[in-house]
């Protein structure tokens, strides 16, 4: 994949070369032939070297290229994108620079070395650099989508939740858009930030509003229902859950070892709420997480009783190793089962297909928010 996109971006350098050559050709026709010579060699020996697959001679010879004709801003830019493709990140800063630093470079391309110096930041992780660069682009042109989304992405990474937003409204006033989800899941991480700086009234105020006007937003459902267990108000929890369970139902088994967590509240209301939530649908995926739940919080005896309170019978093969590997007998079986469990990803991105252990609301891979959810077994299987 990296190879495919090194190739990609070498390929596109050829072009930018081949083209500045040729253009040059074309409006200076009075340049002398030798100063062409010069150029066209190394050029064709750095495209040879590319359909050999050797791009670290193809990069060497683009470079001579550059060196020769040093006005060929364009070619230094491509070449300082290859350097960073390549993971070389030290050098593509250097050329970016460097660029930066000739009085003579057009306004246009001063921009995109702006640009690709804080792109270089990024990628080599210098993110308060990048920050900083891409600061100094938005400056110039405070429109600059590709800048205010990079950034966006750096304070979402740094979990830096109001600073996102700010940014993501300023998105949306550029784009003419409204990204009603992606604010939703924003402010639900800022308020989820309050409540572990025990500011619990923050929290609630924020999230009851999210929970108003994005109902779409699991992630809110979720963590209103936490908070009204907290404040020990199992009645508004109830309600929260029940909004989750009809907004995004594969969600709920998140909530139950939360329920757990609150013994009162489970026993009072949260134990009918799963038993009627498990006669709706008899969800496989919400017994064995409240099965497990159970076993976490109160043992291996209680979450046989759980089982048999619901007369669960595993019918796959998936929830027959969970539930050998939860209850079995310490014998290989178990152990086998056990290993298989500790193997399995659980979450899977609905936008990029990446696969994850642990639940998160944003991909890290393709940045969605809201995409991950639990894997189905048999998709799985
Ligand atoms: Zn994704």
Redesign the pocket.
């Known amino acids: 994949m990296t190879n495919a996109i090194l190739l990609a971006a070498i390929l596109a350098a050829c072009g930018v070369v081949i083209w500045v050559l040729w253009r040059q050709q074309d409006t200076q026709p009075s340049k002398p032939a030798e100063q062409e010579d010069a150029r066209i060699p190394p050029l064709l020996r750095g495209i040879n070297f590319l359909l050999s697959d050797e791009p670290d001679r193809a990069m060497k010879e683009l470079v001579h290229v550059a060196k020769l004709q040093t006005e060929t801003a364009e070619v230094y830019l491509a070449l300082g994108d290859m350097f960073r493709n390549k993971g070389e990140f030290g050098r593509a800063v250097r050329i970016h620079q460097n660029l930066l630093a000739r009085p003579d470079l057009p306004q246009h391309l001063h921009m995109q070395a702006q640009f690709a110096l804080a792109v270089d930041f990024q990628a080599g992780g210098l993110l308060g650099r990048a920050l900083q660069q891409y600061a100094r682009v938005l400056d110039r042109q405070p429109g600059h989508i590709a800048a205010l989304e990079a950034s966006l992405r750096i304070r979402e990474q740094s979990r830096e939740w109001e600073l996102a937003e700010e940014l993501l409204q300023r998105l949306d006033r550029v784009r003419g858009s409204n990204s009603a989800l992606h604010h939703a899941y924003l402010q639900t991480e800022m308020a989820r930030q309050k409540l572990s700086r025990k500011d619990e009234d923050g929290a609630l105020a924020i999230v009851q509003q999210v929970v108003e006007q994005a109902p779409g937003c699991a992630a809110a459902h979720l963590l209103l229902a936490e908070i009204d267990l907290k404040r020990g108000d199992v009645e508004s929890a109830v309600n929260s859950m029940r909004q989750l369970h009809a907004a995004a139902p594969y969600y709920l088994p998140l909530l139950i070892p939360v329920l757990l967590s609150h013994g009162e509240a489970y026993d009072s209301h949260g134990h009918a709420f799963l038993c009627q939530c498990w006669q709706e649908k008899h969800d496989e995926q919400l017994a064995i997480a409240w099965i497990r739940a159970v076993h976490t919080a109160r043992g291996a005896e209680e979450a046989r009783k759980t089982a048999r309170e619901i007369a669960f019978e595993p019918r796959s093969l998936p929830a027959c190793l969970h539930m050998t590997a939860m209850l079995g007998k310490e014998e290989p079986l178990t152990l086998a089962s056990r290993q298989w469990q500790s193997a399995q990803k659980n979450y899977a991105?609905s936008?990029?297909g990446?696969k994850f252990v642990d639940m998160r609301w944003q991909?890290p891979?393709?940045h969605?928010w809201g995409?991950i959810r639990p894997i189905k077994d048999k998709d799985s299987a």
């Open positions: 991105c936008e990029c990446a991909c891979q393709c969605e995409s």
